[in-house]
């Protein structure tokens, strides 16, 4: 209980000092004047001013308040490494423990550094800040981090903490760690297919000096180079960017003796490949209706750079008008077909028969243009099963079907069962009705001996689109010239842009567009596995985090042809998935995770603000085991650690339950005393 006075005046504030003057100055007079009986006036006119004054005794019951202390106990990957999971266990156990011990004092224990994926580094304060939020700032007693020392949040000074007590740091790991390490330290984002970006990379090796390893470097899973460095020593690898989308490059370096980890040998990074123009090469054997929607088509696209040739005057046709007067362009063969043909990434022939015009061993040229990675569009007509068809070639052997004929009647274009599954046909819009809400086409050619199911057929299931591989290129064959009638709208139209476009970019190897494919992407806090596949069944794929856990997962049948699983993408650095045949690769986060960076074990990093705040930090293991330091209540002190103990500081803070009061002038006792003073003035001016 507390006791003690209080006032509450009887009259305004005003008229009570004016009182007091007033009796200061009769009491003055009468002292100086060495009136009689002075002393008892002065008395009484003073008992007179405090019963204005209404003095009240006051009882306050008053409840004490516990202190807390905050133990944040860190969960971050890097606490995975060595022994330090289980030091932190025990210490947590034993600091638990030693802290409930104290009377008066609340443990809270917070967990805090887990990897969610998003977060780089350890972030321990932010998880203190929110552990004592709802505390007041005089009941903290203190906090305890059970870490590594490599947090990535400290506060720059002690005010930013929000309280004034100790922070004391128990220092997991060993003291004499090793580790290296690949470190970035210049990389581009993006880069032009075909060209090189250069990364610049060093390889850092912690409590060793002057060893040397063996760097290893791939793109996509391929090694492209290995050479040999030093610790501290920096490099350089000029990259081929191989292809649009991302190119993972991959810089790993040979293990170190006794290391700490593995996980940060390896560096990696994301560069995503973009294309500066796509080269494209359009021939028109004649004018047509179709002719401008493939032009529409390609000069819709800015990343194209288009060459379009229309054969209006074959050499054959002989009319009698000079040369002079023709305002026609003489189609560069020679240039096109034998000295640049391999600068163009696709070749298209529209409804294009021989006419003399292409010698025969320009043909021979473009069969090994494909072969070599090239790619072939051949959007066939009547043309293509005449005499003078391009099958009639030697263009005939990478062509995927023989012509037989030409069938014309209306029909429906239909997806076959492949191209359901197709990523090129896939999901076109209209294709699930039946009919397929897109207008008819009226002639199509015959072909016979196809080396491949088509992905769509036309009348009576024959085939009306064919895709299909030689050696390192690729070949469609759309064996209709009525495609134009879905880009006018004839009864509704159809899907032809996404058609075109995507045969267009399956032919210039995007990779989205591959029949077989195994990839990753990340959808918020999930990772995605995306099986593309024209098999029935696919195996199941087994991942493996950035610390080298592994996990398999089962896919499930989504869109036909592609199978999806997914789980938490709760780690920042490079994920690898494979089922055996196919591998995909995708990094999390940035390209060097402060997590990962340094895993070394220290309590430099700490020991300036805990030293600040009257803490320490201090390695908890030793040769044995685990021990913590002795913890000591302290009740007022600025050093709260020492030899072998570490302190909390212990708060006075209560809590008002209940008051009472007692008036002094109340009742008869205030009469009496006013009473008494003038009748011993009233005796003494009666001598």
Known sequence: MNYGIAFTPLVPSIVLWLAIGAIVVIAALLLLGRSRGAWVRVAALALIALALANPQFTREDREPLTSVAAVVVDKSPSQNFGDRSKQTAQAQEALVDALKKIKGLEVRVVEAGQADGETDGTHLFGALTSALSDVPVERVAGAFLITDGRVHDIPANTSALGFQAPVQALITGQKAERDRRIAITAAPRFGIVGQPQSINFRLDDQGVAGER?????????????????????????????????????????????????????????????????????????????????????????????????TILRPPEKQDGTPINELSLIAFPTRELFQQKINEFQLIIFDRYARQGVLPIGYFENIAHYVRNGGAVLVSAGPDYASNTSIWRTPLDSVLPAEPVGVTEKPFYAHLSDIGKRHPVTRGLEGADAEPPHWSRFFRTVDTRNAINPPVMTGPDGKPLLLLSRFGEGRVALLLSDHIWLWARGYEGGGPHLDLLRRMSHWLMKQPDLDEEALRLKVQGHDLVVIRQTMADTVSPVTVTSPSGATRELTLSQGEPGEWRATMPANELGLWQATDGTLKALINVGPTNPKE????????????????????????????????????????????FSGDGWMGVRMRDASVVKGVGVLPMFAGLIGLLLLLGAFAATWLREGR
């Not at 805990?610 to 021990?627: L, N």
């Not at 913890?631 to 050093?639: D, E, G, K, L, N």
């Open 596 to 639: 990962f960076s340094e895993v070394t074990s220290t309590t430099e990093t700490l020991k300036p603000l805990t030293q600040a705040t009257g803490g320490d930090a201090k390695r908890i293991a030793d040769g044995s085991g685990v021990e913590i330091p002795r913890i000591v209540p302290v009740h007022s002190s600025t050093m």
């Open 213 to 309: 390893a063996k760097v290893v470097i791939r793109r996509d899973g391929e090694v492209i180079s290995e050479r040999t460095l030093s610790s501290g020593q920096t490099s350089k690898i000029d990259v081929d960017i191989k292809h649009e989308g991302p190119n993972i490059v991959e810089i790993e370096a040979s293990p170190l003796d006794g290391e700490l980890t593995l996980v940060n040998n390896r560096a990696v990074v994301s560069i995503d490949g973009v294309r500066d123009k796509l080269r494209v090469l359009l021939v028109s054997g004649e004018p047509h209706s179709g002719e401008r929607t493939w032009r529409n088509l390609l000069k819709s696209d800015a990343s194209v750079d288009l060459v379009h040739f």
